[in-house]
């Protein structure tokens, strides 16, 4: 069965730089969602996307941007990159509607800013 | 405001059972949910609560109490490669949009 796609799934830039992260989510999803995880630490939600709309704004920098585009795939733009922004950046797909709204996740992008 | 607490770390022998418990704060709760994660990957879905009782998967069973904000995840027969991060998450809903909060997840130590 195809699964979350997240490119690149490795990535270096320096201190302000900037980076896209895609992601493609599964085919009939309707819904994305971005999180960012620091080593050790829990998921932490940034932004979640409905039929190309805007749903939810969690802890977003505001240097991050991103949107979900016709296709639904959807793109994290994230500018003046800081040493913090190093995590693993996982995108999420859901059906809303199906039972438990389960969320499936991509492998992830991992970004090291140095 | 919204809060999930969950022990940072359990070890347990192959073969036996563990609980991992995990306690809530929040308002419009929508579902619970646990998640499996090894080092470096992406959470995997282990089992979703949105009523009180309890579902069984397998060796997973997952039981949700919502007047007490509480919830456990049951494995059994544990197996070395159980070892792993597992996640408790909280689903919540506000003027109809959803928002899914993660806790910081206990470490499974599965030892032989």
């Known amino acids: 069965a195809a699964g979350v796609i997240q490119s690149p799934r490795h990535l270096i830039k320096e201190k302000r730089e900037t980076a896209t992260l895609k992601c493609y989510p599964i085919p009939r999803h309707d819904t994305v969602y971005w999180y960012q995880q620091g080593p050790g630490q829990d998921p932490q939600f940034l932004i979640s996307f409905y039929e190309k709309m805007q749903s939810d704004k969690g802890s977003i920098p505001d240097r991050f941007s991103a949107q979900q585009f016709s296709d639904y795939h959807s793109e994290l733009n994230m500018s003046s990159l800081e040493l913090g922004d190093s995590a693993l950046y996982f995108c999420?797909?859901?059906?809303?509607?199906?039972?438990?709204?389960?969320?499936?996740f991509g492998p992830g992008t991992r970004l090291t800013v140095t | 405001g919204q809060n999930i607490d969950q022990p940072t770390e359990m070890t347990a022998t192959e073969g036996a059972i563990v609980q991992i418990n995990c306690t809530y704060q929040t308002s419009g709760f929508n579902g619970l949910f646990w998640y499996q994660q090894h080092a470096g990957e992406a959470p995997t879905f282990l089992s979703y609560?949105?009523?009180?009782g309890l579902e069984e998967k397998g060796r997973f069973s997952s039981f949700l109490s919502r007047s007490k904000g509480y919830s456990y995840l049951l494995l059994k027969e544990l197996q070395m490669k159980d070892s792993a991060s597992y996640l408790c998450?909280?689903?919540?809903?506000?003027?109809?949009?959803?928002?899914?909060?993660f806790g910081t997840g206990t470490r499974l130590k599965v030892l032989a």
């Open positions: 998450a909280i689903r919540t809903s506000t003027s109809g949009t959803y928002k899914y909060i």
């Open positions: 609560n949105v009523l009180d």
């Open positions: 999420a797909s859901s059906l809303e509607g199906e039972r438990g709204y389960e969320q499936y």
